[in-house]
């Protein structure tokens, strides 16, 4: 059961909307469609069981369309944003190395790519074959998230033109700014490629080095209950005691305004009596709240004296 509706959640979480309100608003528009399709067909042939039909067969056609494409709508949704969840975590994950960590990171996706072979580790920076040319990779994760500075790519540039090195990669945990790139444009005695943060998590997920489904699953349940948390505390804010007297005030407010504008004193009166409601389920849940800690039995609480009459 508790799977059961733990997939209901994801469901709902994938479509970003109301199940019911799509069911809703699609047997509104077939009641609609229906009611215009079945009154042209009789108008055209004359017969209704003809029209009738006729009628249902498109509707059933055009339901069958719609279904179709709010399928594949829901798991085009639902794969972003399991891949967008797994990114993320990865982000974080990232985020919460020192240099060193982040370095092996980048060494296990270089083993991991086609074509990278014979990683040794220099003084400041990783050196090994791609694609049988020798290669330099510069690393950088001291800011996370943020952009690199322009010295820090020129000096490694710099050492890796001296040291003969034909082609270079530099992969930061943030982003490049344009004079970096700039910089990269004018090198032009040897190739350089810049990965930042998302070219990483691209790389990452390309060599497997991202998270199962179930720690997806995980990940998904979690957003969900933070989600049904904002939710809770937003109807608890609406329905709080304090709304009350704010409730009473603009529905006595809107109910004056009924009787000063009587053009108006349909519409100001729901709006008063919309208000009257609000205070009146904030009242009603207050008391329930309070009742409930009453009766509700306090471990930490010292327990109450009794006290006893002598005979």
């Known amino acids: 059961m508790k799977q059961w509706m733990n997939s209901i959640r994801r469901s709902q979480y994938y479509r970003k909307s109301s199940l019911t309100a799509l069911i809703v608003n699609l047997i509104f528009m077939e009641s609609l469609l229906f009611v215009i399709g079945y009154l042209w067909f009789v108008y055209r042939t004359g017969n209704p069981l003809l029209s009738l039909l006729l009628t249902l067969l498109i509707l059933t056609l055009l339901t069958m369309a719609f279904v179709m494409q709010q399928g594949k709508s829901f798991r085009k949704k639902k794969a972003e944003i399991r891949r967008q969840t797994g990114r993320d975590f990865l982000a974080e994950e990232l985020k919460q190395l020192n240099s060193d960590e982040f370095k092996w990171q980048v060494t296990r996706l270089l083993m991991n790519l086609e074509g990278v072979s014979d990683i040794r580790e220099q003084e400041s920076f990783l050196e090994?074959?791609?694609?049988?040319?020798?290669?330099?990779?510069?690393?950088?994760?001291?800011s996370f998230d943020e952009e690199v500075p322009p010295r820090r790519l020129a000096d490694f540039l710099n050492q890796a033109r001296v040291e003969g090195f034909?082609?270079?990669?530099?992969?930061?945990?943030?982003?490049?700014?344009?004079?970096c790139r700039t910089m990269v444009e004018k090198k032009s005695s040897i190739r350089v490629q810049l990965l930042d943060l998302n070219d990483l998590l691209d790389k990452m997920e390309q060599v497997g080095m991202f998270?199962?489904?179930?720690?997806?699953?995980?990940?998904?349940?979690?957003?969900v209950s933070n989600r049904r948390q904002k939710l809770k505390a937003v109807k608890n804010e609406m329905v709080a005691p304090k709304r009350i007297r704010t409730y009473l005030g603009y529905s006595l407010f809107f109910y004056v305004l009924s009787r000063f504008f009587p053009t108006l004193?349909?519409?100001?009166?729901?709006?008063?009596l919309v208000f009257l409601f609000l205070a009146l389920l904030a009242c009603f849940l207050w008391a329930k709240n309070k009742k409930r800690a009453k009766t509700g039995e306090q471990l930490l609480d010292p327990p109450v004296s009794e006290t006893h009459q002598g005979s």
């Not at 090994?128 to 001291?142: E, F, M, P, V």
């Not at 720690?215 to 957003?223: E, P, S, W, Y």
């Open 128 to 142: 090994t074959c791609l694609h049988g040319r020798k290669t330099a990779i510069g690393i950088y994760h001291d």
């Open 166 to 179: 034909p082609q270079a990669v530099f992969v930061a945990s943030g982003s490049y700014s344009d004079s």
């Open 211 to 223: 998270p199962d489904e179930k720690t997806i699953d995980t990940l998904i349940d979690r957003a």
């Open 265 to 272: 004193s349909l519409y100001y009166v729901l709006v008063s």
